[in-house]
């Protein structure tokens, strides 16, 4: 069994490092809500994760042995379709617009 002092000094120092991991968020918030490199990458990941997807549905629905399945393409032009319309509709709300567009998708190839 280890030393009592071995056990306190293990928990102290792992509560002190939690606390310290939690606050450090906080601490240097303010400084990353004046930064413009935070300000570009707020207005460039939406764009990038939107393309990203845009690629994985284009490489998934057109890279079939067999060629071009045209009624998942068809499905996937329609969930894109799907995410800028609810990206512009609903406020530039990137996860939303995502999420509906993938939910579309899927939904679209499992039950038609």
Do not use: Q
Not at 41 to 56: R, T, Y
């Amino acid at each position: 069994m280890p030393d009592l002092g071995y056990v306190v000094a293990a928990l102290v120092i792992s509560g002190a490092i939690t606390v310290a991991l939690r606050a450090v968020p906080f601490a240097v918030l303010k400084p990353l809500r004046e930064s413009k490199l935070v300000l570009a990458l707020g207005l460039w990941m939406p764009v990038g994760i939107l393309g990203i997807l845009a690629a994985s549905t284009w490489v998934g629905t057109f890279s079939g042995a067999a060629g071009i399945d045209w009624t998942t393409a068809a499905h996937a032009a329609f969930a894109a379709a799907v995410t800028v319309a609810v990206h512009l509709w609903c406020g530039r709300r990137t996860l939303l617009s995502i999420g509906l567009g993938t939910l579309t998708f899927v939904l679209l190839v499992n039950l038609l």
